[in-house]
């Protein structure tokens, strides 16, 4: 099991930045993908951006594609998602996921963090 704490969530302007921190701790795996994914209030938890520990690939929602980057640093067990021209529909809640690569579709997202607020105000 990989435990996960997201960090860096917080007020910032439309147009702004933020960088989302996840340090994972556990048991974590080459076969492994890294995400984020936000949920708004009153809608679903929807897929942001991730990342393999094994590899430099990356996925990201068409929404945030172009504006959003995640990345990691395996030294400290961290992956990150730097913001950038936010916008008020990306106030959420931010969650880091961990899960074993089942295709190169589909994951089994198992493990979650705790969360971490961002709000963007206009």
């Known amino acids: 099991q990989v435990q996960l704490v997201e960090s860096g969530g917080g007020l910032v302007q439309a147009g702004g930045a933020l960088r989302l921190s996840c340090a994972a701790s556990g048991r974590t795996f080459s076969s492994h993908r890294m995400g984020w994914f936000r949920q708004a209030p009153g809608k679903e938890r929807e897929f942001i951006a991730a990342i393999e520990w094994g590899s430099i690939i990356t996925y990201y929602a068409e929404s945030v594609k172009g504006r959003f980057t995640i990345f990691r640093d395996n030294a400290k067990n961290t992956i990150y998602l730097q913001m950038a021209s936010l916008k008020p529909e990306d106030t959420a809640v931010y969650y880091c996921?961990?899960?074993?690569?089942?295709?190169?579709?589909?994951?089994?997202?198992?493990?979650w963090g705790q969360g971490t607020q961002v709000t963007v105000s206009s």
């Open positions: 996921a961990a899960g074993r690569i089942l295709s190169s579709t589909q994951v089994a997202w198992s493990s």
